[in-house]
């Protein structure tokens, strides 16, 4: 039986699972409030809650940024979050039909575009070659974003887009790619998410769960640099190396703690 922790935000009464599941799509340490946490660092016997009640979390001393973009732990918050629970019996696609939430994986991948295809709702499908939609009726991500000047659309944003490469019948690199609209004179529109490698096991852990993070991320920044128009790539060490994130399973999955800045203007 999960235990549900109800927290109070923005007026709206937010439950989030205060124990880890077993298995399924990324799943990751558990915070204890309704924004993400700075990290999660934790050894492999007894992961540690960070989670900050105060607000969303900021990186402790983040690396100076050389692009001028939306960096986690100061703009976007450091973990998404996925619904652990719908309201009725149908999959839960959007927050609307959510009720109770899990933190997930580490947002790795921050995708910033820019131009004529920073002003419209970005074609993710056909914007990653190689990359394809992704298998079934998923639960809905979302991701915390902190806008200081207000010019970026601030709040929880809901994953719009699912996508997958397939590695094998049982493997895949999967993200739920969040989306907000940045107001800019370049026109921007600013996608994240937790890229990870799912692994299919439906008899010992009942569907998917996650065994790594670093080789999806690296295998996504692979394929934008392969889209048309400038692009340009920065990796930053956004956590600290050897963070530990479950995977399901039983199992966790270690990550370098660098997250993949891909900037794409038209």
Not at 110 to 117: E, H, N, S, W
Not at 141 to 160: I, K, L, N, P
Not at 210 to 220: N, T
């Amino acid at each position: 039986m999960h235990a549900l922790l109800k927290i109070p935000m923005a007026g709206v009464a937010v439950a989030l699972l205060t124990t880890m599941t077993p298995a399924g799509d990324g799943a990751a340490a558990v915070g204890s409030s309704g924004v993400p946490p700075a990290h999660v660092v934790s050894p492999a016997s007894q992961p540690q809650n960070l989670a900050s009640a105060g607000g969303p979390a900021r990186s402790p001393a983040p690396p100076p940024a050389t692009l001028d973009v939306p960096t986690t732990g100061n703009d976007i918050g450091q973990v998404t979050r996925t619904c652990a629970m719908a309201i009725g019996r149908r999959t839960a696609t959007s927050s609307s039909q959510c009720k109770a939430w899990r933190l997930t994986g580490p947002v790795n991948v921050v995708i910033v575009l820019q131009g004529r295809t920073g002003t419209q709702p970005p074609p993710v499908l056909g914007m990653v070659p190689r990359w394809q939609a992704a298998r079934g009726n998923w639960l809905v991500a979302s991701g915390y974003v902190e806008s200081d000047d207000g010019r970026c659309a601030a709040g929880w944003h809901d994953s719009g887009a699912q996508i997958e490469l397939r590695l094998t019948h049982t493997n895949r690199h999967h993200i739920k790619l969040i989306t907000y609209p940045c107001a800019s004179s370049r026109g921007e529109r600013v996608l994240f998410g937790d890229a990870h490698t799912d692994s299919f096991d439906l008899r010992h852990c009942g569907g998917d769960h996650m065994i790594d993070l670093d080789g999806a991320r690296d295998a996504m920044v692979s394929s934008l640099r392969g889209v048309s128009g400038f692009v340009s790539v920065e990796y930053r060490p956004d956590q600290p190396a050897g963070s530990r994130y479950a995977g399901g399973c039983g199992g966790q999955v270690v990550t370098d703690g660098r997250v993949a800045y891909v900037t794409i203007r038209r």
